[in-house]
């Protein structure tokens, strides 16, 4: 967990998001999320880069204090990378975080994606239709006016976690809290709602994400499934840091 406070604004329209190492053979995919809490509405996310992602969501909450982008890519670069983040109108603050896994389908990695919006304690990630054996991926953005130790709370699923990992960061405009977790299903169904509990009110976005693992198909174990690593929020507080340096130096 990163917890940075700001002393003074820093206005970002892009911004770093770490990534994994892994094999570098096909299969490998990396799954980027970045959260932003732009200064007025209609805040737009462009492509990241380097490489070619597709675009799994891109919107905001319902009145836009918070937003949340999230994209996949397959990659035969074993190293980790710095994958920049970008979008239209400046935000402050921002955090990011990605999972990798190895023996992704190919040809069809996503089984579905679904996300929910609101203004409240309780932020819900919907349900979607899995397969046994897929990852399922959860990510919760939450915002805040008011500048709070971590709001989200414990998530209530029952299935085996591979990875996960939270952020905070508080900046000018208020709290800026994501939380992602990754896990192995077991169901071939609907997943079911994940419900994560706060302390207080705010604007949240809540996204479920199905990715299908290469036949075969049997429900595998942890080390077989392949969740190659998460770099979920390293490096975030060490760019607003070399940020901070160069606009008071």
């Keep these: 967990m990163q917890i940075q406070m700001l002393r003074e604004p820093i206005f970002l329209t892009s911004a770093v998001v770490p990534t994994g190492s892994g094999s570098g053979l096909i299969g490998d995919y990396e799954l980027i999320f970045c959260a932003i809490s732009p200064f007025e509405p209609g805040v737009m996310f462009s492509d990241p880069t380097p490489g070619t992602w597709e675009t799994l969501d891109t919107d905001a909450s319902v009145d836009g204090r918070i937003a949340l982008g999230i994209w996949g890519r397959f990659t035969d670069n074993p190293a980790s990378e710095d994958i920049s983040c970008n979008w239209n109108i400046r935000s402050e603050p921002f955090t990011a975080g990605s999972f990798r896994y190895s023996d992704v389908d190919p040809a069809n990695p996503i089984i579905a ?134 606009v008071t130096a």
Excluded: K, Y
């Design 113 to 246: 994606v679904a996300c929910n919006s609101g203004n409240s304690e309780v932020s819900v990630a919907p349900s979607v239709n899995t397969l046994p054996g897929s990852q399922v991926v959860r990510i919760f953005a939450f915002f805040s006016r008011v500048q709070l130790p971590p709001v989200l709370g414990h998530m209530s699923s029952n299935d085996e976690v591979s990875g996960s990992s939270s952020s905070v960061v508080s900046g000018g405009a208020g709290l800026l809290e994501l939380e992602a977790t990754t896990q192995i299903s077991f169901v071939d169904g609907p997943t079911g709602t994940e419900v994560s509990t706060g302390n207080i009110t705010g604007n949240w976005r809540a996204c479920t994400i199905a990715i299908r693992m290469a036949p075969p198909t049997d429900v595998p174990t942890m080390s077989e499934w392949g969740l190659i690593s998460f770099a979920a929020f390293a490096g975030i507080a060490g760019f607003w840091f070399m940020r901070i340096r160069q």
